[in-house]
């Protein structure tokens, strides 16, 4: 099993430009998460789906979309790049995410750092 | 809304040593889980040990160890023989139970060094 894995592992933008971070994972879970991390701060959620063809939106959605078309993959989109979007991404999975003694770990990828000038 | 608060930016402890980290969330939940995860220089997000709100029981993990006082929303991490290999951010996290989003709520990171 590879577990999470996220491409690309680095990427430099220009502002404005566009771009798509991929993750997948084999585990066949069903949660799927992505988080950005900031000098200073935790992980903050940006956008999570709970199953194929659904997402919702996090804490900091702004200037993100997803989609989740195939269960195994969650895509992190940015339109316009600005450089408040400079950070590190992290997406992560898990089986299911509900109710008392169902507790199932969160898994991370790697991790992508993204650079916007 | 549910916040984890990690007051310690920076700690250090000498090797063989223990160190104590502190955390502390705030919750209106009865039931909800709590991790300590480490994130070394390759940046990957590892889970040390985690706590069900409902066991009074605190986790252990080998040279791991939780504090957890409920009453208190207090959930600290104890590292005993502390090894240069423990050198790392460490983020405290929230769970909730209910609810369908699963997430986890971080804390902002106490940075770990480990001196020889």
């Known amino acids: 099993n590879a577990g999470v894995t996220q491409t690309p592992k680095f990427r430099v933008l220009k502002t404005g430009q566009s771009m798509t971070l991929l993750c997948a994972q084999d585990?066949?879970?069903?949660?799927m998460y992505w988080y950005r991390q900031d000098p200073g701060m935790g992980l903050r959620l940006i956008h999570y789906?709970?199953?194929?063809?659904?997402?919702a939106k996090g804490e900091v959605p702004d200037g993100y979309n997803v989609s989740r078309l195939k269960k195994q993959n969650f895509l992190l989109g940015l339109e316009s790049a600005a450089p408040s979007q400079t950070s590190v991404y992290f997406c992560?999975?898990?089986?299911?995410?509900?109710?008392?003694?169902?507790?199932?770990?969160?898994?991370f990828g790697p991790g992508t750092r993204l650079t916007v000038l | 809304a549910q916040t984890v608060t990690q007051s310690q930016p920076e700690m250090s402890v000498q090797e063989a040593e223990t160190v104590t980290l502190s955390c502390t969330y705030d919750?209106?939940?009865?039931?909800?889980?709590l991790f300590w995860y480490k994130q070394p220089p390759s940046r990957q997000m590892i889970l040390v040990i985690r706590?069900?709100?409902?066991?009074?029981q605190n986790a252990t993990e080998n040279r791991f160890s939780v504090n957890f006082q409920k009453a208190a929303k207090s959930f600290s991490l104890k590292i005993s023989d502390s090894q240069l290999g423990d050198a790392a951010m460490y983020f405290c996290?929230?769970?909730?139970?209910?609810?369908?989003?699963?997430?986890?709520?971080f804390g902002k990171g106490t940075k770990l060094s480990v001196k020889p």
């Open positions: 919750t209106s939940e009865s039931d909800y889980y």
């Open positions: 789906s709970v199953g194929e063809g659904t997402t």
């Open positions: 992560a999975s898990t089986l299911l995410a509900g109710g008392t003694n169902s507790y199932n770990e969160q898994f």
């Open positions: 585990m066949n879970h069903e949660y």
């Open positions: 706590q069900e709100a409902y066991k009074q």
């Open positions: 996290a929230y769970r909730s139970v209910r609810g369908s989003q699963g997430n986890l709520i």
